[in-house]
């Protein structure tokens, strides 16, 4: 698999503030690869960086193997953009905005195979601004892909969505994914994180500070998982204490809380309920996710920030 971003000690500072702070990765053709942390962590400064938006001060940057502030021409017509914030003329439709982002490019996708994708067909003579907020997403994805880029920047894409539109968006990057296109997103949302990306680089205050796959890095903390259940009956909080792997365990009436690691410790933790013949209720388990690598390696948790 050959390399489709480099980046390799990149800086941007504003005064003072360094908003990016020698950030280095590789992102490899075919992959979503995601930058995700807090508002204010640098992403958006880093990903106009190479996108080639934002002049850096320091680093190197290759998109597609070359650099995007000197070969601004060539990254445009390979690469898709999907801002963090987009607008159009308040009074152009669907149709009109593909067609004119399309008459920009010397061999661009069928814009209207790509209103059927992305399910803008039944809009395509509707005004954008009264689309709904998860189908002017739709269409600002749309313009990203009309020039068939073989790498599409995506940023913040799903802030503000609901979550049926939240999912739509997602699948449809993973169709991107699917069909060859390297895909390189910001978000603040763990669980989209979770659910998209291949691998993945946390940033926080500018600097990289854990990068590869979800369940490498959430595998690498060695965080505890837990069980929550109620019990008909007193709790048998002496025989769950003693089940491998369980670390604790908190009784408040007929709540328990049971906290452990390793895999098998939940059959462990049923096991001793059966021997009891005792019904459990409401159960829920809760795994480590990528959250619990953030607070792990920040000491911290998610944060508003001045610098995006």
Same mark, same amino acid.
């Given at each position: 698999?050959?390399?489709?971003?480099?980046?390799?000690?990149?800086?941007?500072?504003? =005064?003072?503030?360094?908003?990016?702070?020698?950030?280095?990765?590789?992102?490899?053709?075919?992959?979503?690869?995601?930058?995700?942390?807090?508002?204010?962590?640098?992403?958006?400064? *880093?990903?106009?960086?190479? %996108?080639?938006?934002?002049?850096?001060? /320091?680093?190197?940057?290759?998109?597609? =193997?070359?650099?995007?502030?000197?070969?601004?021409?060539?990254?445009?017509?390979?690469?898709?953009?999907?801002?963090?914030?987009?607008? *159009?003329?308040?009074?152009?439709?669907? =149709? #009109?905005?593909?067609?004119?982002?399309?008459?920009?490019?010397?061999?661009?996708?069928?814009?209207?195979?790509?209103?059927?994708?992305?399910?803008?067909?039944?809009?395509?003579?509707?005004?954008?601004?009264?689309?709904?907020?998860?189908?002017?997403?739709?269409?600002?994805?749309?313009?990203?892909?009309?020039?068939?880029?073989?790498?599409?920047?995506?940023? #913040?894409?799903?802030? =503000?969505?609901?979550?049926?539109?939240?999912?739509?968006?997602?699948?449809?990057?993973?169709? *991107?994914?699917?069909?060859?296109?390297?895909?390189? *997103?910001?978000?603040?949302?763990? #669980?989209?994180?979770?659910?998209?990306?291949?691998?993945?680089?946390?940033?926080?205050?500018?600097?990289?500070?854990?990068?590869?796959?979800?369940?490498?890095?959430?595998?690498?903390?060695?965080?505890?998982?837990?069980?929550?259940?109620?019990?008909?009956?007193?709790?048998?909080?002496?025989?769950?204490?003693?089940?491998?792997?369980?670390?604790?365990? %908190?009784?408040?009436?007929?709540?328990?809380?049971?906290? /452990?690691?390793?895999?098998?410790?939940?059959? /462990?933790?049923?096991?001793?309920?059966?021997?009891?013949?005792?019904?459990?209720?409401?159960?829920?388990?809760?795994?480590?996710?990528?959250?619990?690598?953030?607070?792990?390696?920040?000491?911290?948790?998610?944060?508003?920030?001045?610098?995006?």
């Amino acid at each position: 698999m050959s390399t489709a971003i480099r980046c390799e000690g990149v800086v941007k500072h504003y =005064g003072p503030v360094r908003a990016v702070d020698g950030v280095s990765f590789e992102v490899q053709r075919g992959e979503i690869f995601g930058v995700i942390g807090p508002n204010g962590a640098g992403k958006t400064t *880093l990903l106009e960086c190479l %996108e080639g938006l934002r002049s850096r001060d /320091g680093g190197v940057v290759e998109v597609l =193997g070359v650099d995007p502030e000197r070969e601004v021409r060539e990254v445009r017509r390979r690469t898709g953009v999907q801002l963090q914030s987009s607008a *159009l003329p308040s009074r152009i439709t669907v =149709g #009109e905005a593909l067609a004119l982002f399309a008459s920009f490019y010397e061999r661009p996708a069928d814009w209207r195979a790509l209103l059927t994708r992305l399910g803008l067909e039944e809009k395509r003579d509707t005004l954008v601004e009264k689309l709904s907020g998860g189908q002017r997403q739709r269409v600002f994805v749309a313009l990203a892909l009309v020039n068939d880029p073989e790498v599409v920047f995506l940023d #913040e894409l799903t802030t =503000g969505l609901d979550p049926q539109s939240r999912h739509a968006i997602w699948d449809l990057v993973r169709d *991107l994914r699917d069909q060859g296109t390297t895909v390189l *997103l910001t978000t603040h949302f763990m #669980e989209e994180a979770e659910r998209l990306c291949d691998r993945v680089a946390i940033v926080d205050h500018g600097t990289v500070v854990a990068l590869g796959t979800v369940d490498d890095l959430v595998a690498s903390i060695d965080a505890e998982s837990r069980l929550t259940f109620s019990v008909d009956g007193r709790p048998p909080v002496e025989q769950l204490q003693a089940v491998t792997g369980v670390t604790r365990v %908190e009784a408040t009436g007929d709540r328990v809380v049971v906290h /452990g690691n390793g895999s098998r410790f939940p059959q /462990g933790v049923l096991g001793v309920l059966a021997d009891q013949d005792l019904r459990m209720r409401d159960l829920r388990s809760d795994q480590p996710n990528l959250e619990d690598v953030f607070l792990t390696l920040t000491g911290h948790a998610m944060r508003e920030g001045v610098v995006s």
